[in-house]
């Protein structure tokens, strides 16, 4: 079997070392050793010989005295010993007249014995004759090493002459073929590959051995007992001592997994890129740097940009008409994000009709920040928008219509005692009118000095008729309660004025304290017979940002709720009354809206579906379940705010809304 081995060293510059108890013989065989090429190490006992051998680098050849101090029989047993030293060759220098000696050397694993007085021409050539035998183990020790390799080595190994002929093949490689060692060296190694890549084999194989390429890797198909089969093949030429290429090591590994694998991911990687084409969803990737990476046909469609329109470009200087003025602001938002974000509020321009855009973004974890690194979602929500305005505006609508019958009422009722007093005061002008008419006839014949004596007794007799003394007592009484119903009268109109008054898409600077005591009295028949209500509201509260309409709308439908859970409580029949208390105050950048009822608290088992849209408790045709769910939208999707509640049983509820001052201020 043929080999990479080192070449070998000449005798010039061999180190040996010298261990003798004889100073001037020991300094002779130094100087003629040295005067031959030999580096000379000198040691007069076992320590110092034992020390140089500890070195980190130790003499690989030794001259060791029989009779130096320690004994160099001794120390020729402990070098044996030691795994360290067992390759170096010792030389054990014996008495000639004791043939024991030799023996015993030999058994403590000297390499050669010499008899004293030592010949030097003679040690020269046993010197000589250890480095080859150094080599020669280091030869034996590298072909084993490799031999071992070989025919271990995991994958398929084969040493093939230049012609094709197989000098050596491994068990892997014979597994992998399906054939015998035996069977394949009777084989030319070309005829074993597919012969559609035999040309394309070859011509590598020409350029690795010509110098071209020391070594080449490719993939190719194989015949084997089995079939066809892909491998990854590695050929080296392996060159003899004139430099020259006579054959080659072959490589093979079986990549069929790898090959079944990269199979079964382009095939995912074709139906996750046919989903990803086919999602009825906007489906944009972004970059580190904000280009585009992706853009699905729903995007290209929806925004009306093609795909060799987009990639490359930033979201914002793509071709989109945005409305906002600070889109890229809101682009560099997203690539700060490191979780997910969602941006329900875009609005575009595209057919001369305004879009609006709901979309949501997300960072997809990636090792070296390289690639797509956000991934947009989202849709058109244009016509969902419009659908939900209209959808607001009828539940408005159906709120005042539940409304009107007790706002007829609390209108009525002061519209009524106006009408009766100002019948009294219709019924009571004609005995004033009768007395001012006495009094101007009296004034005139005053004036004139002709006042008829009896002028006084009629005025007498008018005032006692009309009963002028309880008319100057109870007309001021009627003017103001007339005054009072009229007051309020305008207090339920101007309140239901503002509650109706029209949604607006952008949010205004409103009075929160404000708009809660005109729902309030909206609600007014609502909780009146079944609760008091207590307003503990925050007069130093800054202007909350919002849409009031909206706003109003929520706080509606928790008065109501509050009320029917009072209600609910006491009894049809009671005449006790439960409290609802509401409460404003600032919490950091929001402000804070309680409100809490003394009803009943909800059970637990149902507190996870409180939100729920068409979730309610109430009996058939009491309830529709979009009170809370509509409460819960408007303060979370439509200003960013919060909405939660606390409750005990039998002890009532507080729910809790939590809205920024100005838009991004509760994030």
């Known amino acids: 079997m043929a080999s990479a081995v080192e070449q070998a060293p000449s005798t010039h510059g061999a180190r040996v070392l010298l261990a003798g108890a004889d100073h001037v013989i020991q300094t002779h065989m130094e100087q003629l050793l040295t005067r031959s090429g030999y580096e000379v190490i000198v040691a007069q006992n076992d320590g110092e010989a034992r020390h140089v051998f500890e070195s980190s680098d130790p003499p690989k050849l030794a001259v060791l005295d029989w009779d130096m101090p320690g004994g160099g029989i001794e120390l020729c047993r402990q070098l044996r010993h030691g795994k360290r030293h067992r390759d170096a060759y010792l030389i054990l ?68 002459k230049v012609t094709g002929e197989i000098i050596q093949i491994n068990q892997s490689l014979c597994s992998f073929l399906g054939y015998s060692a035996e069977e394949l060296q009777q084989r030319n190694f070309h005829d074993l590959g597919y012969p559609e890549d035999t040309p394309g084999s070859r011509d ?67 139906e996750t890129e046919l989903f990803l084409q086919t999602i009825p969803s906007i489906l944009i990737g972004l970059d580190a740097e904000g280009r585009i990476t992706r853009w699905n046909p729903v995007a290209a469609s929806t925004l009306g940009i093609p795909f060799e329109s987009a990639v490359g470009r930033t979201i914002d200087q793509c071709g989109i008409n945005w409305l906002q003025p600070r889109i890229k602001d809101e682009v560099a938002r997203w690539l700060q994000t490191t979780a997910s974000r969602a941006c329900e509020d875009l609005t575009f321009a595209r057919n001369k009709r305004v879009h609006s855009l709901g979309l949501h973004i997300r960072r997809i974890p990636t090792e070296k920040n390289e690639g797509t690194v956000l991934l947009v979602t989202g849709a058109d929500t244009t016509e969902r928008k419009t659908l939900e305005e209209q959808l607001r505006q009828a539940q408005k609508l159906e709120a005042i219509g539940q409304l009107s019958a007790g706002i007829a009422h609390e209108i009525n009722t002061p519209t009524q005692y106006v009408g009766d007093n100002i019948r009294f005061l219709k019924e009571s002008w004609t005995g004033v009118s009768e007395v001012l008419q006495l009094c101007e006839t009296l004034r005139r014949e005053h004036a004139t000095k002709n006042v008829r004596p009896n002028l006084l007794d009629q005025l007498d007799e008018i005032c006692e008729r009309s009963d002028i003394d309880y008319l100057l007592k109870e007309v001021p009484h009627a003017v103001d309660h007339a005054l009072e119903g009229v007051r309020r009268v305008a207090k339920i109109v101007r309140a239901m004025k503002e509650f109706s008054h029209p949604g607006e898409e952008e949010k205004r600077e409103i009075d929160l304290n404000r708009a809660i005591e005109t729902t309030v009295t909206v609600a007014h028949n609502e909780w009146k017979y079944v609760a008091d209500v207590c307003l503990h509201l925050d007069e130093s509260l800054p202007m909350v940002c919002c849409h009031v309409g909206e706003l109003n709308q929520a706080i509606l439908n928790l008065i109501v709720n509050a009320a029917h859970a009072v209600g609910t409580k006491i009894g049809d029949d009671s005449e006790a009354k439960g409290r609802i208390t509401i409460s404003t105050g600032r919490h950091g950048n929001c402000a804070e809206i309680a409100i809490a009822d003394t009803g009943s608290g909800i059970p637990e088992a149902i507190r996870s579906r409180i939100f729920e849209p068409f979730f309610t408790t109430k009996p058939l045709g009491q309830g529709t379940g979009q009170g809370l769910a509509l409460a819960h939208s408007v303060v979370v999707n439509r200003h960013q705010g919060q909405i939660w509640f606390e409750s005990a049983l039998e002890k009532g509820t507080t729910f809790f809304i939590r809205l920024p001052f100005h838009p991004g201020a509760g994030k």
């Open 93 to 160: 220098l014996t008495h000639w007249n004791d043939p024991n000696e030799r023996v015993q050397g030999l058994e403590a694993g000297a390499d050669d014995c010499l008899f004293k007085p030592v010949d030097v021409r003679e040690l020269r050539i046993r010197l000589h004759l250890g480095t080859q035998t150094i080599l020669e183990r280091a030869l034996r020790e590298s072909e084993e090493r490799f031999r071992s390799a070989f025919e271990c080595a995991g994958i398929g190994m084969a040493l093939v």
């Open 204 to 270: 590598l194989l020409q350029q690795v051995l010509e110098g071209t390429h020391r070594s080449h890797e490719f993939e190719r198909r194989f015949i084997t007992r089995r079939g066809l089969a892909w491998a990854s093949l590695t050929l080296s030429s392996v060159l003899d001592a004139d430099q020259h290429s006579t054959s080659f090591l072959v490589q093979v590994q079986d990549i069929a997994q790898r090959k079944a694998a990269e199979a079964n991911l382009r095939a995912a990687h074709a």
